[in-house]
């Protein structure tokens, strides 16, 4: 009786041991995240162990791993180690449906548990925009739609214009047919102007299944609007004799048809000094009679537009040049000196690259001035020299005449001599009565 009841006694005691060793024993585990597909570490560590098994089951309470020996025929679950203290395994290619609660057990008396949650992300699909045909008007309104499937949790969408965000659009979340992922969209709504051409809309879908790199869709703008028209000068004070070169700079889309140039709504009038190269207006030699509204016209399949430059063209300012003296001519004296004296003249200042197109009546050198004064010294030159050819001959002649007449009456050669020196006393009376 004595050795059964020590032996009883000894039994509790061991059995006091035992539970008062396992209360200070417990599971502990962490909830784990990850992306579909991904893989998944499920730990359960004890602090104090001695010697009680661990074991892990997954939502369905199937054990997956008791210590190091596998359960549950599933070649994506692995044992990653398996001690006394830690028991982890690993669970691969990660899907939806491995979603849940999983359990670490701790087997004591009575056994201990630990809970898990495990989440599997959805990752979104990437993002499509439709409701953009091309091409589109200047002044339409565009609806562009933005949509993305198979993300869990739901989304976000946002919408970029020029790297500016937009706010103003309309979300819309629907919960796809497995019940567990959701497909978002999201639409924006926005009038199209001639600046819209060319630009990048982005639609971006956040998700923190992504990892800081959102998903994105661009759907790049193609604007058809009507031309605009600017002319650029090539001078901006045009001068008498310069050439002028009036550029006519047109955008629009589809690109403009070539320019049409006009002069106060006609043709141009001087085609061979108002030359057209591609959007360019060359004039050369410009004149007083180039002034005038020059119109450049801009046609595409949208429509036309027009720009107008008003020309005026400025005189070439005076400069002070080098004076040109005309040398007097003079008469040399025969016998009675006849002097004729004409006054010096100076002439004009001439201004290089004068157009001779010009008009009349402007400042600057007088042509017609320098002219006259020419004809003038042309004039009295000639006038001089048929007075002194006059002279000269009247003067030949009175002398041939009075030696004839000492002749004429003469019966032979003495006689004729005696009249002709007869004759120099009167020839000498009839020269002074001439002079």
């Known amino acids: 009786m004595i050795w059964k009841r020590s032996a009883v006694l000894r ?8 539970l008062q060793g396992s209360q200070g024993q417990f599971p502990l585990t962490q909830n784990v995240t990850v ?18 098994s ?20 599933d070649n994506r679950i692995e044992l990653v180690r398996a001690s006394w203290h830690e028991l982890s395994i690993s669970v691969s290619d990660v899907s939806l449906s491995d979603e849940g609660q999983y359990t670490c057990s701790l087997f004591t008396m009575p056994v201990k548990t630990s809970k898990a949650y495990l989440t599997v992300l959805g990752v979104p699909e990437k993002p499509q925009i439709s ?24 989304a976000d969408i946002r919408w970029f214009k020029n790297d500016k965000e937009i706010k103003d659009v309309k979300y819309l979340k629907e919960e796809d047919a497995n019940r567990k992922t959701f497909t978002v969209s999201s639409t924006l709504d926005f009038r199209v102007d001639r600046s819209d051409d ?11 299944s992504l990892n800081a790199t959102p998903q994105v869709a661009m759907q790049v703008l193609e604007i058809h609007y009507t031309p605009s028209v600017k002319i650029i000068p090539s001078t901006p004070f045009p001068q008498e004799g310069q050439s002028l070169t009036l550029t006519c700079e047109s955008k629009g889309k589809p690109l403009p048809e070539p320019v049409l140039w006009t002069k106060d709504g006609a043709e ?25 509204t020059y119109r450049c016209e801009a046609t595409n ?39 004729i004296t004409t006054r010096p003249t100076t002439s004009a200042s001439t201004s290089p690259g004068r ?33 002194l050819g006059r002279y000269l001959a009247r003067h030949k002649g009175t002398y041939l005449t009075n030696e004839a007449k000492g002749a004429e009456d003469a019966p032979d050669a003495d006689t004729a001599i005696i009249n002709a020196e007869g004759s120099q006393v009167n020839a000498e009376e009839k020269k002074e009565y001439f002079i």
Not at 301 to 330: K, M
Request: net charge negative.
């Open 11 to 18: 039994f509790y005691s061991v059995c006091g041991l035992l």
């Open 35 to 52: 992306v579909e597909g991904g893989t998944a570490i499920l730990t359960c560590r004890v602090d104090q162990n001695d010697n009680t």
């Open 54 to 73: 661990l074991q892990w089951s997954n939502p369905a309470q199937q054990t997956l791993y008791f210590d190091d020996k596998k359960a549950l025929r």
């Open 131 to 154: 409701g953009f045909s091309s091409p589109v008007m200047e002044g339409d309104l565009m609806q562009l739609t933005c949509k993305t499937s198979g993300s869990k949790p739901a």
């Open 198 to 208: 060319g630009v990048a809309v982005i639609c971006r879908v956040d998700h923190e």
């Open 268 to 292: 141009l009038p001087d085609p061979d000094r108002m030359v057209v190269s591609g959007r360019e207006l060359n004039i050369l030699f410009l004149n007083k009679t180039d002034n005038g």
């Open 301 to 339: 399949t949208i429509g036309q537009s027009s720009a107008e430059y008003v020309l005026i063209v400025h005189d070439v300012p005076n400069t002070l040049l080098p004076t040109t003296i005309i040398p007097s001519l003079t008469t040399a004296p025969v016998t009675t000196t006849v002097a």
């Open 355 to 387: 157009d001779p197109n010009s008009l009349a009546g402007q400042n600057g050198p007088d042509h017609a001035l320098i002219g006259g004064i020419v004809a003038v010294v042309v004039f009295v030159t000639l006038c001089s020299i048929f007075l």
